[in-house]
Each structure stands twice: as C-alpha cells, then as structure tokens.
C-alpha cells in the first residue's frame, strides 16, 4: 500500500509559479509510475505529467513547457514544478501512484491562478 501527502498548493497570480510535492510512503523507486492529475470544477479529471521508476517522463499537450515533474529518491517525494502559471491551470491537483497493479490517490491540494 502506499501512502501519498501533497501540499504547495496556494493563490497566485497569473505568470507566477508555484512547486507542489507529493511525499509517498514507500520507497518512490519501488513504484512503477507516479504523476500528478488535476480536476477543475465542472471538468474531467485529467492527466498532468507522470514520472516512471526509470526516471521517462511525460506531459499533457496542455503544460509542455511550463511544467516539470521530478523526484527526490532520498525524500520519497515527487515534484511538479509550475511556471508561466494560467488561469485555466486552476484546480485541485492530485498525486498518484501505481503500484503492484494498484493506483493510489492523495488526499488533493488546490491551485488557485488568479488573472
């Protein structure tokens, strides 16, 4: 099983950045791929970027070039890095994880671009 805590989220104007980090239970390594969803109201869920075990990354057309993911082995936590920041970037942005065939959640945090 596996545990997952994000935070970073917060209110900002538009253009500005913010980093979120999602902090996992379990040895990040072990973990097959992990990566971040955001949910806008009234919109689908949907993917943001994901990072695998082997370090391959990957990004919605939507945030290519303005976002990156990463993670720190030692601190068992994953980051996404948000730049040039846009309205329509407002959501609440959730970690995942896949894991022995299992998709784990965390509990969301909110992103906030103001114009």
């Known amino acids: 099983q596996v545990q997952l805590v994000e935070s970073g989220g917060d209110l900002v104007q538009a253009g500005g950045s913010l980093r979120l980090s999602c902090a996992a239970s379990r040895n990040i390594f072990s973990i097959n791929i992990m990566g971040w969803y955001r949910q806008a109201p009234g919109k689908h869920q949907e993917l943001v970027a994901t990072?695998?075990?082997?370090?391959?990354?990957n990004y919605a057309d939507s945030v290519k070039g303005r976002f990156a993911i990463s993670a720190d082995i030692a601190k068992n936590t994953v980051f996404l890095q948000m730049n040039s920041l846009k309205p329509e970037d407002t959501a609440v942005y959730y970690c995942?994880?896949?894991?022995?065939?299992?998709?784990?959640w965390g509990q969301g945090t909110q992103v906030t671009v103001s114009s």
């Open positions: 990072i695998a075990s082997g370090g391959g990354t």
């Open positions: 995942a994880a896949f894991y022995i065939g299992n998709l784990y």
